[in-house]
Every structure is written in C-alpha cells, then in structure tokens.
C-alpha cells in the first residue's frame, strides 16, 4: 500500500528517500533483523537511481577480475588519490574499495539484484592507476512485472532516452540492431520483434516492463525491499525531523502519510541531493552565478530535502568542491502543450565527424571525454552552453542529439527548432547565431588532422574512453573524422548534471556531524545526501552509484550493530584544500 493511517507508528530505521542508497541502507538493515520504514515523498519509487545507467564503479568486483586479473586495489586508490587531490578522503576512501566487492557479493547472493559486467574503461585511464577495463558492473535487465501492483509506482525511465517507451538494453546489441534495421534482414526482424513485444507490454501493464540500466537496478532493489516486508511509503514527504534531547528519534511526514514516524536505531537521509534547490545551486553553481542557463535531467524532486533537515538539527554542509555537481550536457527536447524534454548526451559527442563549438566558432575541449569533463569545460568556457555540430552523413548515420538516425526523418526536430540546419557551414552558422568566419576556420583546421584520423588541438581518441563510444568501423581513429559535405547541422549543448556532489559531512559510517565534526546521534546520509567521496570529479562510470551502494551497505549494517570492513577510530570529517 502507499499509504497508511494517520496514526503514529514506530520501526528501527526510518529512512527518507528511495533511490539506490536509500533502499540498500534498509535491505540491508532489514536482512540483519531491524524494522525498516521507507518513505518517499514523489508518488514514485526509484529516485535519480530510476533514470540512471545503471552503472556502479566498484573496483576489485568479481566482475572485475574476471575481465582484468592485474588490477589491484592499490591501483584503484592511487587512482582515486590522483583524481581527488586535495579532496582524497583516506578512511573513506579505504572502505569503498575495501567494502565494495563485499557489497556486489552480498546482494547478488541475499536480493533480487544482480549484476553483469561491462567493457567501461575509467574516464581518465592514463592517469596513475587508471585501467582500460574491469572496475564498471551494471544492473542485469529485469522483468519489473514481477512488482505486480506495485509497478505504478516505479519511476519510469527518462523518456527522452527511450524509444516509444521501450528502453535499450546497454549492451549496446539494441542500438546497433535500430541502426541497421534498414540495412539487415537480421537487424529487421530483431527490431520488429522488440517492438511487437513492446507493444504487448504497453497493452498489458500500460508500460514496458522489460527494463534495463537503472530502472532495472530500482526496480530490482525496490522488488527485494518489498519481499522482505519493507513498506515503501509514496506520498510520503519528510516535513521535519523530530528529536529526543540531541538525539534524532524520528520525523514528522506529510501527504499522504501525516504521522509521526519513531526510529529507533536512527533517521537515514537518502533524497538525492541538492539538482533542482534553485538557490542552493545558484549559490554552488559557476554559470549560474554567471548568468547561464541550467537544466537538470534529475528528478524535479530532488529539491535538497535531506541536506534542508539535517541543517535544521545541526548538521554540516558546505558547497566545497570546485565541481559540485556531475555534469551533463543537454538539450532541450520541444513537446507537446510547451513543455520540454531534456535530453543528455551520452552517446553522440563521441561519434567521428562530430565537433562542438562555442559562439565564436572555437572549439573549446575534447568532445569524446566524460560527460563530465564536457560540462566543466563548456562552464570554463565563460558561455556555459555550445553547439554540437556535423555533416548529413553523420547525423544520418548516428543521430544527433534527440533526433534520430535514418531511417527516421528529421522534419519535426527541424520544425520545431531543435535542429538547426545550414547549406553551407556560413548558412549554419547564422542559424545559430555562431561567428560564420569563425566556424569555417575551425572545420578546415580539423579537418586537416581529421582526414589522417588526427585531432591535432585536443587529441580526440587518444585513450580508451575517448574510443569506448566511438564507431569502431571508422578507421584509423574511431573518434575522428571530417566534417564533410553540407547540409550541415547542430543543436544547441547546455549544462545539466547528473546529481550533486556536495553534502552533509559524516563518518565513514554515514552518521551525520555538526558544525564541530561531532556525531548528532541517530542521524545518518546515505547517497548524494553525503559528501562524495569522489571530491567533486569524475573518475569513471558509475561513480556515483557504486558508493551510494557500497556506503549504503556500510551504514546499514552499522545501524543493526555490525563494524565495517574498514571502521575509521575517529570521526572521519571531509578534507580540505
């Protein structure tokens, strides 16, 4: 049920917020004999988690020696002291990559969650303890029938990033069979039998229930806290936290639910960050204080709840990182009625014949890096915002932004204005309101590289990742190649993000600390209600998810009175610069 009567009720562990770290804390909790209360003040379950690839970054996984026998979590912490600096978190970091692979055991052998390995290289692996391979698992796909009445209340998957509601297994085989469903007898009926089955779906449940990436991973985590008698309470907003001298005993809720809810053992936030607190962000945010633009493609709910009530009790917070959030490229997609979709780009940006630019008709970075390293240069860049631009060949062979690949037609997005379309890269260029000089300067330096498979100003292609997402059939650079004959088009790149970095400062444990770096008793954040531990980079996919998972595992066990792997002696606070 989601909802329960208004009178008061009690558990050990109440925790607020239903993404992955939420509901790993309380599984795992409950596994180990507590009584568990989840809410949720969306009228869904799932959180950013729901909308995510799916992918968690846990060195020295099973999965991972499997694919790289030589890894060592030594490499993987001299990684992350590389690509954290100033922000390297020791303690914290030490139970990560201690606890993670215990993390991945467990669930896979006491839930329904499963996990399959991937090819992701680390985002930046020529760094000291970088590797090409083996420290990404994602979530297996999932049958999310299985919720029966409850798959309501799943969130469904972003729609920008589907197909008719029908979501692409990440193995990448769906995308590569839709692209070559005009080409191939065998891509044809592969596709036609997706849709066919889609469709029965859709008849059915009245929606796909074939998921995958993180919709697979919340629906996967959601079926085992339900299994387990974990009420999953929707509607269900946290108001405040309610204490018992300085000790948190429970909280009050709203919606649906009006109770007092008791917990005994501890208040666990898990409400995904701070995305869509329009003045937290433009208080933490560069572009924003700048002027830009910024459009999330996180859950609107994610408004930095838990961050607001642990700050009502005393809790610690301070926008540190000089990255405080992971960010995203994206467009904004027209729809029906006005509104707007916004879609990240993920897939395009890596693709040979790509380029993006600024006003001025510069290119400004490597666009086959991470999403990440895309966004903070497109802030560094002093616009905040781009175009990404390519001949028709490109765009009809790989897509461009929200729009499609042939055999689709490209006339809507060209109607609406999401495309933009040019004769000549002069005629582009004026659509776009970039400098046409400018544009036409950049293309023929590219160029000049580009047709011998060289990125002569940014190296494009020159590491593992750059080449992950690329097209493996171009050669010799499977990221580089000519802009080449017109028409030519582009669309318009703003900053997004994935989520926040910045949080509340706790113990490796998650218990939350005050302002003196001590522990407020029976407070706990899990997820991106707790300060990274990555300090504000990005080093590979699923970097988020991983520790929200791992941490998750941490605290509950730690709420059922059980050490972690690694136990700091000391309340471990997040360094400084």
């Known amino acids: 049920m989601a909802t329960v009567s208004t009178t008061d009720r009690n558990c ?39 909308f995510s690839g799916g ?10 020696k499997a694919q790289n026998p030589s890894d060592t979590i030594d490499a993987a912490r001299r990684y992350m002291r590389a690509e954290t600096g100033n922000w390297y978190q020791p303690e914290a970091v030490e139970a990560f990559l201690q606890t993670g692979p215990e993390m991945v055991d467990w669930f896979e052998r006491e839930t329904d969650v499963k996990f ?19 420290r990404s698992v994602l979530a297996a796909p999932y049958d999310a029938s299985v919720l029966g009445d409850d798959l309501k209340r799943l969130r469904p998957p972003l729609s920008t990033i589907t197909f008719m509601g029908m979501m692409f297994n990440s193995s990448n085989a769906d995308i590569k069979h ?37 919709n697979a991973l919340a629906a996967r985590l959601a079926k085992s806290a339900l299994s387990l008698g974990i009420p999953i309470l929707t509607d269900a907003p946290a108001l405040s936290l309610v204490r018992d001298g300085d000790r948190v005993v429970g909280a009050k809720v709203g919606g649906e639910v009006k109770a007092r809810i008791t917990a005994r053992k501890g208040v666990v936030l898990a409400c995904g960050g701070y995305a869509h607190d329009l003045a937290r962000r433009t208080h933490s945010y560069a572009h924003l204080r700048g ?48 509104r707007e979709g916004i879609f990240p780009h993920l897939l395009d940006r890596y693709k040979p014949g790509m380029i993006a630019v600024l ?18 240069a497109m802030s560094a860049s002093g616009e905040g915002a781009a175009w990404l631009i390519c001949d028709h060949r490109a765009i009809r062979k790989y897509g461009l932004g929200h729009a499609k690949p042939a055999p689709m037609p490209l006339g809507s997005w060209l109607r609406s204005g999401y495309l933009k379309k040019g004769k000549t890269l002069a005629d582009l260029a004026r659509a776009c309101g970039i400098d046409p000089a400018g544009l036409e300067q950049t293309v023929a330096d ?20 750059n080449r992950y997402l690329a097209d493996p059939d171009n050669k010799p650079n499977p990221a580089v190649a000519p802009v080449g004959e017109g028409p030519y088009y582009a669309v318009k790149l703003e900053m997004g993000d994935l989520g926040t970095f910045d949080g509340l400062e706790t113990t490796v444990a998650g218990e939350v600390l005050n ?36 941490f998750g595992y941490i605290t509950g066990r730690h709420l059922a009175g059980l050490t972690a792997s690694v136990q700091p002696e000391t309340p471990q606070k997040v360094a400084s610069a």
């Open 178 to 214: 839709f692209f070559n469903a005009t080409k191939s007898l065998k891509s044809f009926a592969y596709v036609a039998r997706r849709l066919a089955a889609h469709g029965a779906e859709v008849v059915r449940h009245g929606r796909g229930v074939q998921v995958t990436s993180g």
């Open 12 to 50: 050990d562990v109440l925790v607020i917020g239903s993404g992955a770290g939420g509901l790993a804390t309380a599984i795992v909790a409950r596994k180990l004999g507590l009584e568990v209360v989840v809410i949720e003040k969306a009228p869904v379950f799932g959180g950013t988690t729901a």
């Open 446 to 465: 590219y160029n000049t590289g580009a047709r011998l498979g060289e990125d002569r100003q940014f190296g494009r292609g020159s590491t593992a990742f």
């Open 515 to 550: 302002r003196q770096g001590q522990i407020i008793p029976g407070l706990f954040a899990v997820g991106n209600d707790r300060a990274s531990v990555m300090g504000g980079n990005y080093p590979g996919a699923g970097i988020t998810l991983g520790p929200a998972m791992t």
């Open 359 to 376: 006003s001025t008709g510069k290119r400004f970075t490597n666009e086959s890096n991470s999403y990440h390293d895309v966004g903070a």
């Open 116 to 134: 399959v390995p991937t090819l992701y290289p680390d985002y930046h692996p020529d760094v000291e303890g970088g590797v090409n391979v083996g």
């Open 291 to 338: 002027g830009k633009t910024h459009h999330s493609p996180v859950p609107v709910d994610n408004t930095g709840d838990g961050i607001r009530l642990g700050e009502e009790v005393g809790g610690a917070f301070d926008t540190r990182y000089p990255e405080p959030a992971a960010w995203m490229p994206v467009s904004r997609v027209p729809g029906r009625g006005g």
């Open 55 to 64: 992918v968690l970054w846990i060195p020295g996984s099973h999965y991972g």
